[in-house]
């Protein structure tokens, strides 16, 4: 009989097969986290789903040995959406459902709900590992868009580098909620450093109607998130979209509190990890060692040095915070000699994730597994 530490222990290597895995730890703080999350039986019914969504009759078939009816599971599905810990599409007035990562994923959905506890072993569990397995492919979630204002007028912006472009964009709902980074610090006492602002995250579409539905969020017009996007800049945050052209949510971050950039910290070279077209470049005849752009920066790339601001190219993310903040217009973004391409959609986003973490041949076989209908 399966013990209920067997039970989660089958959960971690099951979601460890996910682009974004769950690597377990000697301390246990994996199997801790997932208790917060999941009861038992949540827990067992999650290893039966699959990385790519499932007809609720197809998932129903690998249960029913349990005497568990299709109505019934369906409940227990809809209630683990509505937590934040199972993905939900409905096509042509059928329910599918899919294994969430995570992060960006279950982490995410419980912003506004979060115990000190639960809160205590994520940071813990970062620190351990999840922080490696994010950038574990070296292929982030998230890219950089820079500040336009630090851009030269000659240079021309790609779309997917205009953070305006990218809202423009947008088609359909569009919301913000508290940003769960920052939240889960001044849970455990330890409030960000950078600003105040808290209602930073932005999710558009079919994500922002899942975000309504769950409670996490507000709806707001186009005019509002630009808004919310100017204050986030003037106080120093990094925007970062979902790594796609068409970015499902625009995330504003900083060095105190956003995991993806506490963890990128700690590498010595922060810029191979991220997805950016630019770089910073000071002009040193007009700067004045005024040291703003020392405070700005979350990537702690700029430093001076016989009072004059240099940036290190190999911490540069290419965001633009230094630029907005300088008066003098001593720092600009610099266009790199090849422009990074986002992936077309976040689907292809994490396939390539996926492929480059497992290899093209073990892809395939997936392939083979899912046209036969089984379970990935």
């Known amino acids: 009989m399966t013990t209920e530490t067997e039970v989660y222990r089958d959960l971690q290597r099951h979601l460890d097969r996910l682009p974004i895995g769950f690597p377990a730890t000697e301390s246990g703080v994996d199997i801790r986290v997932l208790r917060h999350l999941f009861t038992p039986e949540e827990a067992w019914l999650a290893t039966q789903l699959s990385m790519l969504p499932e007809s609720l009759t197809r998932v129903h078939r690998r249960v029913r040995k349990t005497g568990t009816s299709i109505e019934e599971l369906e409940r227990s599905l809809d209630q683990m959406v509505q937590k934040g810990l199972v993905m939900s599409r409905t096509r042509d007035g059928h329910k599918y459902y899919a294994n969430e990562m995570l992060a960006i994923g279950m982490y995410e959905h419980q912003v506004d709900r979060m115990p000190q506890g639960f809160v205590e072993d994520m940071l813990q569990y970062l620190d351990e590992a999840f922080g490696v397995e994010l950038y574990r492919t070296r292929i982030p979630q998230l890219r950089t868009v820079p500040v336009e204002r630090g851009i030269p007028q000659e240079h021309r912006v790609a779309t997917y580098d205009s953070i305006r472009e990218i809202v423009g964009a947008v088609e359909g709902q569009m919301v913000v909620a508290n940003c769960i980074c920052r939240q889960a610090k001044d849970r455990v006492g330890e409030s960000c450093h950078q600003t105040d602002l808290r209602e930073t995250c932005l999710i558009f579409g079919r994500a922002a109607e899942h975000y309504l539905d769950m409670g996490l969020a507000r709806s707001i017009t186009k005019e509002e998130a630009l808004t919310i996007l100017n204050q986030a800049q003037e106080a120093g945050l990094v925007l970062q979209p979902i790594n796609s052209q068409r970015p499902e949510a625009v995330c504003c971050c900083c060095g105190d509190c956003c995991g993806l950039l506490m963890s990128a910290k700690k590498h010595p070279k922060p810029s191979e990890l991220y997805a950016s077209s ?76 996926l492929t480059t973490k497992i290899g093209r041949w073990r892809m395939v076989k997936l392939g083979v597994k899912r046209l036969a209908r089984m379970q990935v």
């Open 278 to 353: 630019y770089y910073a470049e000071v002009d040193a005849g007009r700067c004045n060692a005024c040291a703003s752009c020392v405070d700005r920066c979350q990537l702690q790339a700029a430093t001076l040095i016989n009072d004059v601001c240099v940036v290190d190219r190999d911490r540069c993310i290419g965001c633009g915070v230094c630029a907005a903040g300088c008066n003098l217009k001593a720092i600009h973004l610099r266009k790199k000699e090849t422009a990074t391409v986002p992936p077309v959609s976040t689907g292809f986003l994490y396939k390539k994730i």
